[in-house]
């Protein structure tokens, strides 16, 4: 068997790469320890950058995403990587003056405009598909707090006359297709409004509480496959059509609100055994809280897996402000396919707590099928992680009882 000989030699341990077989399964462990010869150990200040708003790396690292100050203009680099070294300790005179460059370390590849005049770009929002190298960005205009009331608007929701979102190719900048909602709203700060999972992407409409589920496909093309929120099924429409039973102004509850109550209702009656207690049992945990219930919004939405979607609910005033300290909320498990609740969690609920403890890798933001996955540690494949998070949560509980 041949053993690996860990050289300080760059040159050498590149040779053995190149020769020397892995382990099974060891391969990116191997790969990842070859970054041992190329360590930072040198800062340099004031370079020479250009006037732009520098977003983020993309999650392999190979483009680097920057805005233009008015925010109308997508600008994309190529890190360049190893410029500049040093044999021993490096100082600031060892070093070229055009390593105090921007463009010593980044090439530019392109300058697009995504916004037309009136138009923004949302700086706060992107999206990365690893696989074909797509970005997926957003512009807007204006948002209007006295926007009037439409039919299936919610009423506190404000608009946005236009809000577009472009998949763009970052190898080249080519624009591949753009989805608009017009007199909408959708958070899109920290993007928290749409969630990307393999190749399907939802966007939540706040303002008509719709969620609206795309596919990327290979072609580049934008499709809306499902949308959920007046109806959950594709024929729902066509089904109270034909019966003559069309909703007019807000005389039906949205097809997904229906589903919650009738969890709820479902829940609360089960909880009771007996049945000469039981009408009391839901008078007082469902019919009291009744418009409650009806009253809750979608929040935010994210992927579980192709099936199931985990939505948030709360009032109108914490989806609008994102200000959760006091405001109720709930977590909704919801099948796709059957169009059924599987779950429902108050935010206080030990139990939800217990779920995302574990399974933390399932509730994580924009998985990636990706080799690299199963190395990363979070608390829910590492015991020291586990331990650590249940220290850091024994110390908060025990200081809130102190105070």
Not at 120 to 142: N, P, V
Not at 204 to 222: K, P
Not at 233 to 260: C, M, T, V, W
Request: include cysteine; hydrophobic fraction near 35%.
């Amino acid at each position: 068997m041949v053993g690996f000989f860990r050289s300080g030699n760059l040159a050498s341990r590149v040779f053995d790469r190149q020769f020397l077989s892995p382990r099974p399964g060891a391969t990116v462990n191997t790969v990842r320890q070859f970054y041992e010869n190329l360590v930072p150990s040198y800062t340099i200040y004031d370079i020479d950058c250009p006037d732009y708003s520098f977003r983020k790396f993309t999650d392999d690292g190979k483009y680097l995403v920057a805005f233009s100050r008015n925010h109308q203009d997508l600008i994309v680099y190529r890190p360049i990587w190893l410029t500049f070294s040093c044999h021993e300790e490096c100082d600031s005179h060892d070093l070229p003056a055009n390593a105090e460059r921007f463009d010593s370390f980044f090439k530019q590849l392109y300058s697009i405009s995504l916004a037309s005049s009136n138009e923004y770009i949302c700086k706060d929002f992107f999206l990365y598909m690893e696989c074909h190298q797509y970005g997926l960005f957003a512009t807007s205009t204006a948002q209007s707090n006295d926007s009037s009331a439409t039919d299936g608007a919610i009423h506190g929701v404000p608009s946005i006359e236009k809000i577009t979102f472009y998949l763009v190719r970052l190898e080249d900048g080519a624009i591949l297709d753009e989805k608009a909602f017009c007199n909408d709203f959708i958070n899109l700060a920290h993007s928290i409004g749409a969630y990307l999972y393999e190749d399907l992407v939802c966007i939540v409409s706040l303002r008509y509480q719709t969620i609206h589920v795309l596919q990327i496909r290979d072609s580049g093309s934008l499709v809306e496959v499902r949308r959920i929120g007046a109806f959950c099924r594709e024929d729902d429409e066509l089904f109270l059509y034909s019966h003559g039973q069309a909703a007019q102004g807000n005389s039906f509850l949205p097809g997904i609100k229906q589903r919650l109550l009738s969890f709820i209702f479902r829940k609360t009656w089960n909880e009771e055994p007996d049945q000469a207690l039981r009408v009391q049992h839901l008078k007082k945990k469902f019919y009291f809280h009744f418009q409650d219930y009806v009253d809750l919004i979608i929040w935010k939405v994210q992927f579980l897996d192709r099936r199931h979607l985990f939505i948030k609910f709360g009032s109108v005033d914490g989806g609008v402000t994102r200000s959760t300290d006091q405001n109720l909320a709930f977590f909704a498990v919801y099948n796709m396919e059957t169009t059924d609740i599987v779950s429902l969690y108050q935010n206080s609920s030990e139990e939800l707590y217990s779920l995302f403890e574990h399974y933390y890798d399932h509730f994580h933001a924009n998985p990636q099928n990706s080799s690299h996955e199963k190395f990363i540690s979070s608390h829910s494949n590492s015991v020291h992680a586990l331990d650590q998070l249940r220290t850091i949560k024994n110390k908060a509980s025990s200081s809130s009882q102190v105070m």
